[in-house]
């Protein structure tokens, strides 16, 4: 199910971030969300679909309108870089509803929020609903070239004093390294940002004795690594199905017209998994575990590759068209 | 553990008698009454700098050891809670509470730790003995009545005849009672010696 919205305004927030205001078409409220949420946006490049999730990074609770920041990936598959440069004001763009893999942790007593980059996009509904209640929070920022800005003014309006702009990742982690420490029980840590940032302050919490069940991570860009083109077998002696090194395994199938199931389309939960009988998996997800990868007996579709292929997917169920 | 039936022992909230914290703390609370379980709690706590640690002592002479010199001495049960609810007050993140002594002092700290804001994770114990005297939350009236002995127990507020049953309460320490003959009137289940389990 997608919903159709309008492109109702469209500003640059620096740093190659492109934030692009949501209506629906017609007019009427959209579905309501909760801080953390992300929709997926189906972007038609040809022939090629592009599913890419965003944050919604506005305030939760008003049904007029999302707004969405994409950061132009220089070298991505042209999801980022169309909705940089085609999508014009008044453009129709097909969206599914809001999901949410980032819900805020519902008993914090106090939220430690961490954002790199572009990262700020999920803790701007956060900010704004902490803010509404008046829960403690604090926010620390790491961007360069004032990516982003436009977002940490609005949050700063909204609680003056808890959000801290770091000028870079050094910055950000001395501030963190002082903060840290001073956090009262019940206090909990969420990361968004670049794998390195989101490493770095993880080690760092870590040392200071942060349990992980205190810290909740927002990836993305999970997928790394080279995109090299395999092959895909639906099903034992069923049709290949060639992986352009230019799409995922998961946009091939739905190209070839499977129903594979999926949310996040980025590794993290695992509603596309899928079964494998033969090839070897690369595996690029956040989902399985260590014992999973090992047995090589599933794969998450949505960012996952081939090490030795062809690939050959248990497809029996209900994915098969 | 006791014998759990049709209850997953990775889910049930019928508590275990020993559990390690997660590694890692910054810093160590350590609340005890003197006996086997908190002599091996100690001995596992040896390497940990003695700088870090802050040991909380029920008992008449202090053990031996590295953390005995910071050691505070608790006179009951009831002041030993007081002085940890003190420190957690003050407490932050990357602290880890261990706990030792009998099961009914163990589940008392352990709500403190819960009730301060501590994680199960952040939290280490380790039983002397099962209890054999545990307290009961009424669902009716919601007075706590302790010590019960048995598995049908009369409420200490509002008098009802209670069936322990083997859902327990982490935050109130307490197994859940509810009338005993609540599914047929007049039909009261045998009471079993001990704790209640499926």
């Known amino acids: 199910m997608t919903l159709e919205v309008r492109v109702a305004a469209a500003r640059e927030l620096g740093g190659g971030v492109r934030e692009l205001t949501l209506r629906r078409l017609g007019g009427g409220p959209l579905p309501p969300f909760s801080p953390g949420s992300h929709v997926v946006v189906h972007i038609i490049l040809g022939e090629r679909r592009r599913l890419n999730p965003y944050s919604l990074a506005c305030e939760p609770g008003r049904d007029d309108a999302y707004r969405i920041a994409v950061r132009r990936v220089a070298d991505g598959r042209g999801g980022s870089a169309f909705l940089h440069d085609e999508v014009a004001v008044g453009d129709v763009l097909a969206i599914e509803p809001p999901r949410n893999l980032f819900a805020p942790a519902a008993t914090a007593r106090r939220h430690l929020l961490v954002a790199g980059g572009v990262g700020i996009t999920p803790f701007v509904a956060y900010v704004h609903r902490l803010a509404r209640d008046g829960a403690p929070f604090e926010l620390h920022h790491s961007g360069r070239d004032g990516t982003c800005a436009p977002l940490l003014d609005e949050l700063r309006a909204l609680a003056r004093g808890a959000v801290h702009a770091h000028a870079n990742r050094i910055e950000l982690l001395a501030g ?6 001073r956090q009262p029980l019940g206090t909990h840590l969420s990361l968004c940002g670049p794998a390195p940032m989101m490493d770095a302050v993880g080690a760092l919490a870590a040392a200071q004795g942060w349990p992980t069940s205190r810290v909740h991570v927002e990836r993305f860009a999970v997928a790394e690594g080279p995109m090299e083109p395999f092959d895909a077998q639906l099903g034992r002696g069923g049709p290949l199905v060639r992986v352009g090194a230019d799409e995922t395994l998961l946009e091939a199938l739905e190209r070839a017209g499977l129903d594979v199931p999926y949310l996040c389309r980025q590794g993290v939960c695992g509603e596309c998994r899928t079964g494998v009988l033969g090839g070897v998996p690369d595996h690029r997800d956040v989902f399985l575990t260590a014992e999973e990868r090992a047995t090589g007996t599933s794969i998450t579709p949505c960012v996952s590759r081939c090490a030795s292929g062809p690939l050959v997917l248990d497809l029996t169920q209900e994915a098969m068209p | 553990m006791p014998k759990v039936v049709g209850v997953s022992p990775l889910h049930t909230s019928v508590p275990d008698e020993h559990r390690a914290a997660a590694g890692g703390g910054a810093c160590h609370l350590v609340a005890c009454a003197a006996g086997a379980a908190a002599e091996q709690l100690l001995a596992s706590l040896a390497h940990v700098d003695p700088r870090t640690a802050q040991l909380l002592w029920l008992g008449n002479a202090l053990p031996a050891g590295p953390h005995a010199p910071r050691a505070l001495l608790a006179a009951d049960g009831g002041h030993l809670e007081a002085l940890l609810r003190d420190r957690l007050a003050h407490a932050r993140v990357g602290v880890r509470l261990h706990l030792a002594g009998t099961d009914a002092l163990v589940r008392r700290l352990t709500a403190a730790g819960l009730e301060a804001g501590l994680h ?31 598995t049908v127990a009369d409420c200490a507020g509002c008098g009802r005849l209670l069936l322990v049953y083997h859902h327990y309460s982490r935050r109130k320490a307490a197994y859940m009672g509810f009338q005993a003959d609540a599914e047929v009137r007049g039909e009261i289940p045998a009471a079993r010696p001990g704790v209640p389990c499926p």
């Open chain 1, 176 to 181: 963190l390294a002082h903060a840290l420490p």
């Open chain 2, 120 to 150: 199960d994770d952040e939290i280490g114990f380790a039983c002397d003995r099962k209890q054999l005297a545990y307290r009961v939350a009424c669902v009716h009236c919601h007075a706590i009545t302790e010590p019960v002995e048995t």
